[in-house]
């Protein structure tokens, strides 16, 4: 684990890790800073890059993360450190999880920000998306992942082709996405269909972040 930051009522201002890794070529991690409306299952995301059960999740929609916490990832050669923050909308004012996001970058940098919605309109966050923008530079890639589609029907990827253009005139834009579930191990057993989608999932969103955190750090 690289760090956790305690976060009673209002966030801590320290970044600094108790474990620094080196990825493949001595350089340090890419840093990957994954966010989402509170209960759309941003600790499962986390999980799912990760490959552990690494960042506490339940299966329901309530507050989960109440402090910031990293993780690191190692996959396609490289190493990451993967933030897992508090949800907006949950016990922290938006202006509050933004600085989390803008101290970060300012500590640390951001190669990477994944964007966690779940498939219902209500996770869209127009402001909350331009709010970030305008903290984080345009040349860092913004990802987004849709999650709750293991029982979507027909290809999961038609819920981008229905919903896609939604989140473009709403300005919300993504250097890629990738349609997934975050189910853990332990929910998928004996489900094989469950369990393909799974790994499935866990391969898009590492190729993507495998893709995106190229050469030099941001």
Request: charged share 20%.
């Amino acid at each position: 684990m690289c760090f956790s930051s305690k976060t009673n009522g209002t966030h801590s201002k320290s970044l600094e890790p108790a474990q620094q890794g080196q990825n493949s070529n001595g350089q340090n991690p890419y840093i990957v800073v994954v966010f989402g409306r509170t209960g759309v299952g941003v600790s499962s995301l986390v999980n799912l890059i990760v490959g552990s059960p690494v960042a506490q999740w339940h299966g329901d929609t309530r507050p989960c993360t109440q402090q910031t916490m990293a993780y690191t990832a190692a996959f396609a050669g490289k190493q990451f450190c993967v933030y897992d923050i508090p949800g907006y909308g949950g016990g922290f004012t938006d202006t509050e999880i933004t600085e989390i996001i803008q101290d970060i970058k300012s500590k640390k940098g951001i190669d990477m920000l994944v964007y966690c919605l779940r498939k219902k309109r209500d996770t869209m966050m127009p402001s909350v998306f331009r709010e970030i923008r305008h903290v984080v530079p345009q040349k860092v890639p913004m990802v987004g992942v849709v999650t709750e589609l293991e029982r979507q029907e027909g290809s999961v990827e038609s819920w981008w082709t229905k919903n896609g253009e939604t989140l473009e005139k709403m300005g919300i834009t993504f250097d890629e996405h990738a349609c997934v579930t975050t189910l853990a191990a332990e929910e998928v057993t004996g489900n094989e269909r469950f369990s393909e989608f799974r790994l499935q999932s866990q391969e898009a969103v590492r190729g993507i972040l495998a893709r995106r955190c190229e050469g030099a750090k941001r």
